[in-house]
């Protein structure tokens, strides 16, 4: 990794739908160029996808943070559970992570009896290899980029808990969202092919998604462990504290360079702090300074390392098939 790649990833994060072209002229190199540094990230791991970030929240989705501890865990009974949940139509998130904890899984659901279902089918299917589980509702969330990266830029995400109004797409929405949701990169030309429109359809409803604030944005899935460095995510419990002592905690924390995003929850813990680090000592200086700095608020606190993530899709597969047997119904 060179200095023109950390460029590159900057600009792949803050709009992995650029063209070439325009990454081009913003590094100030040719297309070409760009172009090889690309396929070359993806071809060393670096980048795996390319993601579409969707406000679910809009589509009258949350998301249930579920955090599960594994027995029996032979290579076989693991490849089996990382691939029903790559494979699983709503799950958004899976990481594999250490600690008391060995995955994290986000599952997209419409309400809890909907989650309790998808989880009692995870639950019976993989019976002897699940020992325990947990539950965290995010209600809000803010992503301050990667300070190595480049300039940090503070990105509201979806409010996943919080009231809000439904939007109503139609099925060539709902597709188009499908398609980007885990290749956000993929030329609308390609997509237009696929959907049997217009290359300008396509265009104009993309266009239209990201007015209405159903697309978030588009990035990549960098995987650290590729780039020296190592994420964790911390959980905090906080002592009965006002509104405003909890702003004032957000906005230290959102301070620190190495801290990357910060969830409100609800469940165990208040509140989720993600940061990447390069060494243990770093992780250890920051986890304690936090401790320390708010140790009138904190009640309990602990670190997850996070090894691997295996995926990011922001798209609940479920809507788009209970849109089409909704149609044929009709018809």
Not at 107 to 115: A, D, F, G, M
Not at 166 to 175: H, R, W, Y
Request: charged share 30%; proline share 2%.
């Amino acid at each position: 990794m060179d200095k023109m790649d950390l460029k590159l990833l900057y600009e792949l994060e803050q709009d992995a739908r650029q063209t070439l072209s325009q990454i081009a002229k913003k590094l100030k190199t040719s297309q070409q160029v760009v172009s090889y540094r690309v396929q070359q990230l993806q071809k060393e791991g670096i980048v795996n996808e390319f993601y579409t970030i969707i406000d679910f929240a809009k589509l009258g989705y949350s998301s249930y943070r579920t955090m599960f501890r594994l027995g029996n865990i032979t290579d076989e009974n693991y490849s089996k559970l990382i691939e029903y949940f790559q494979n699983h139509s709503n799950v958004l998130w899976l990481v594999e992570c250490g600690g008391k904890w060995d995955l994290i899984v986000n599952i997209l659901s419409k309400n809890p009896p909907q989650y309790n279902k998808f989880l009692s089918e995870m639950l019976n299917k993989f019976k002897d290899v699940i020992q325990d589980y947990d539950l965290l509702l995010t209600i809000e969330g803010i992503y301050l980029g990667k300070d190595y990266l480049g300039k940090r830029e503070i990105k509201q995400r979806p409010f996943f808990g919080k009231e809000i109004s439904i939007e109503k797409l139609d099925n060539l929405d709902l597709n188009i969202l499908n398609i980007i949701a885990e290749n956000a990169r993929l030329n609308s030309v390609e997509i237009s092919k696929k959907l049997d429109v217009t290359n300008n359809t396509v265009i104009a409803r993309i266009k239209q998604l990201r007015k209405r604030n159903i697309i978030n944005g588009f990035e990549p899935l960098i995987h650290l462990e590729k780039i020296d460095y190592q994420g964790y995510k911390a959980l905090i419990k906080l002592h009965p504290i006002s509104e405003e002592k909890e702003k004032t905690m957000i906005n230290l924390l959102s301070s620190n360079n190495n801290i990357v995003g910060i969830l409100r929850m609800i469940g165990q813990w208040n509140f989720e702090v993600e940061f990447d680090v390069k060494t243990r000592e770093e992780m250890l200086k920051l986890t304690r300074e936090i401790r320390t700095k708010f140790k009138d608020f904190i009640k309990e606190f602990e670190v997850i390392p996070l090894f691997h993530e295996y995926k990011y899709n922001f798209f609940p597969g479920d809507l788009l098939i209970s849109t089409v047997t909704e149609t044929l119904k009709r018809s």
